[in-house]
């Protein structure tokens, strides 16, 4: 018997149910039957952080940012390359730290860009600065095998 996971829809935030054998095969939605893995970044508000924290099975790489940061936007377009080469293994999030200033107080975010791991709804691990693609996907890979 294969193992389950719950992911949350990143369009309706329903969580499903998913085989791990499955990730794969372009899981839907069972209620809005969209797709659960469309190979980008999902924007999220506090409360939907909280929500893909809790509920979902999944690594979180959060990339906590600000529509100002020159580095943040100059590191934004390898950041959705990333989601492309970790989904479905990992679900990728962006938090406007602007527009969401309790999320990165709550975690204590002092530079942008500054990405975050998440595993089992705790950090474990992060990184300030911009990074390339290879470099994004190599320090992610690295994080989920130690």
Known sequence: MSESLHLVCPHCDAIN???????SKSPTCGKCHQALFE??????????????LAKSDLPLL???????CGPCRMM??????????????????????????????RYGIRSIPTLALFKG??????????????????????????
């Open 76 to 105: 934004a377009p390898a950041y959705a390359q990333a989601a492309a080469q970790l989904e479905p293994h990992v679900r990728l999030l962006k938090v406007d730290t602007q527009a969401e200033p309790g999320l990165g107080s």
């Open 62 to 68: 959060v990339d906590f940012w600000a529509p100002w």
């Open 17 to 23: 149910r998913i085989q791990h054998a499955d990730l």
């Open 121 to 146: 709804g705790q950090e474990v691990t992060r990184q300030a600065g911009a990074m390339g693609l290879v470099d994004i996907v190599r320090w992610t890979q690295a994080a989920l095998t130690r």
């Open 39 to 52: 190979a980008q970044p999902l924007a999220v508000t506090e409360a939907r952080f909280d929500r893909h």
